[in-house]
């Protein structure tokens, strides 16, 4: 709930056209809570806010943060709340009753994605299908259901909206140059996948975040960790660093099996020396084979080439292991080596190993 607010006093609109109220309906059941941001209106229920945020359960009923509703405001709502702005410039729901107006929050800056993110918020305690059209959409959403102590009904019905989020479309033209967005998006995702704890989630950023450990172009993003002598993306999480390093070590472990079976193969047989050298045709001259995935995705193509009985078995299931894809969510056809993915995205983590405790229902 970052950005510059403008508080209701501070502003000289004036703007009579309002948006009509969005009312989230349940059978068998009667609006009883207004909850206003800005010039919108959300008709909700109160039984589903208790129900799903920890938030609203706590404080709806609490003489001392709501004044009774319809006896001092005549409002048809049994509970009715606003959008104001603290001293910090963020903006939270106070009972109308109570808000002062000069704290009143007014509108949100041009493009803010809080307002469509609240609603969001609300669809996903409706178990109503929502969208995510960015990673900086996800980002306020969680930063909202963590504030309303609502992250279990967002991780529950978190996946859905995943699957068709276009984060994870196939990449457009400017994406098939070596630019990848999750050298920088990966780290922030896995500390939200982890604050959501949503399995899926973490181990498509924990791919990503593995895959791009060796080195990352926007360094800018990464925290030097004097600990560990190395640069981090979350210094404040040994946990994530720790599963980060044992994923690191798995890849770095396939990369070792297949260059045993390189060097064996050089040494024993003349024909395979011959294969790595027309491969430098091949391969761009930057290519480092210790780093990127491109070089050993050239290898496993120049061996489907060749004959049935002389394609090397031991050395071909190495380098599908090496090559694997993990990712579940990603809708491209890149695999590692190709397109924007440098480098391996073989990285795996099980249930067992995810940073929380399963058996938690309320966090």
Request: charged share 25%.
């Amino acid at each position: 709930m970052a950005g510059q607010k403008r508080r209701r006093a501070d502003s000289t609109v004036e703007d009579d056209t309002r948006p009509p109220p969005q009312v989230f309906r349940s059978p068998g059941l009667v609006c009883d809570t207004r909850l206003t941001v800005c010039d919108q209106e959300f008709h909700v229920h109160s039984v589903i806010l208790k129900l799903y945020s920890n938030y609203f359960r706590k404080f709806l009923d609490c003489p001392e943060r709501h004044p009774p509703a319809v006896a001092q405001t005549g409002s048809a709502f049994k509970y009715d709340y606003i959008a104001v702005v603290d001293e910090d410039n963020i903006w939270g729901l106070e009972p109308v009753a109570s808000a002062q107006a000069d704290k009143l929050l007014e509108c949100l800056p041009e493009n803010d994605l809080d307002l469509p993110a609240f609603r969001k918020l609300l669809c996903a305690m409706y178990h109503r299908p929502y969208r995510l059209e960015s990673f900086q959409m996800l980002e306020v959403l969680v930063d909202l259901a963590d504030f309303y102590c609502a992250l279990p009904i967002v991780s529950a019905t978190l996946t859905a909206a995943l699957l068709g989020t276009p984060i994870f479309q196939s990449p457009d033209v400017s994406m098939t140059g070596s630019y990848n967005v999750w050298e920088i998006q990966g780290p922030v995702m896995l500390v939200l996948a982890k604050k959501l704890r949503h399995a899926l989630l973490f181990r498509e950023a924990f791919v990503h975040v593995v895959s791009n450990w060796q080195g990352n172009v926007h360094g800018e993003h990464y925290v030097y960790d004097k600990e560990s002598n190395a640069t981090s993306p979350f210094p404040d999480d040994k946990e994530l660093l720790r599963l980060v390093y044992q994923g690191y070590s798995q890849v770095c472990s396939k990369l070792l099996k297949v260059n045993q079976h390189l060097f064996k193969l050089i040494v024993e047989d003349d024909n395979f020396e011959t294969i790595i050298r027309d491969m430098g045709e091949d391969i761009r001259s930057d290519t480092n084979p210790t780093t990127e995935a491109s070089y050993f995705r050239c290898l496993k193509d120049n061996l489907k080439a060749l004959e049935p009985d002389s394609d090397y078995p031991p050395l071909r299931k190495a380098l599908d292991d090496l090559l694997q894809k993990n990712l579940l969510l990603d809708r491209s056809s890149f695999g590692a080596g190709q397109g924007p993915y440098e480098g391996f995205l073989c990285a795996e983590i099980s249930d067992e190993e995810m940073p929380w405790d399963p058996s938690e229902i309320d966090w």
